[in-house]
C-alpha cells in the first residue's frame, strides 16, 4: 500500500503526484513508475517531510520497483535532510551491492 499523505502539509504538486499512486489498484498489483517515485519523494523532502519520502522509498521496494539511481539520490537527500546519515551510508552500500552506480549528485546528497 502506498504511503498516505497529510494533504493539508502538502505542496499542490505533491497532492497531484500522489492522486494517482493512492487511487484504486495500487493494492491490487499496479506499480508506479520510478519517476513518479522520484517525483512525490523530491516534492515531500522540498516541502520540509523527508520522512515521508523515505516512506515512499520503503514503499517502491515493497511493491518490487526498480530501483535506480535517481531514486536513491532522493532517499539519501531525504536522510540527510532528516539527520539520518547512517542510513544514509547504508542506502550507498545497498546501491553497490546492488550494482546501481552511484555519481556526483549521490555523494553531494549524502555530505549535504
Known amino acids: 500500500m502506498a504511503p498516505k499523505l497529510n494533504a ?3 505542496p499542490r504538486q505533491v497532492q497531484t503526484a500522489t492522486r494517482t499512486a493512492q487511487g484504486p489498484g495500487l493494492d491490487q498489483g499496479r506499480k508506479l513508475q520510478p ?6 519523494m523530491a516534492s515531500l523532502t ?22 535506480n ?12 535532510k532528516s539527520g539520518h546519515w547512517q542510513r544514509a551510508l547504508q542506502l ?13 549528485i549521490t555523494y553531494n546528497a549524502a555530505i549535504s
Open 92 to 104: 550507498i552500500e545497498e546501491m553497490q551491492g546492488k550494482g546501481v552506480p552511484a555519481n556526483t
Open 8 to 10: 493539508q502539509h502538502a
Open 35 to 40: 519517476r513518479k517515485y522520484v517525483e512525490i
Open 46 to 67: 522540498k516541502a520540509g517531510d523527508p520522512g515521508a519520502a523515505l516512506s515512499w522509498f520503503d514503499s517502491a521496494q515493497t511493491h518490487g520497483v526498480a530501483l
Open 69 to 80: 539511481v535517481r531514486m536513491y539520490n532522493c532517499a539519501i537527500s531525504a536522510c540527510g
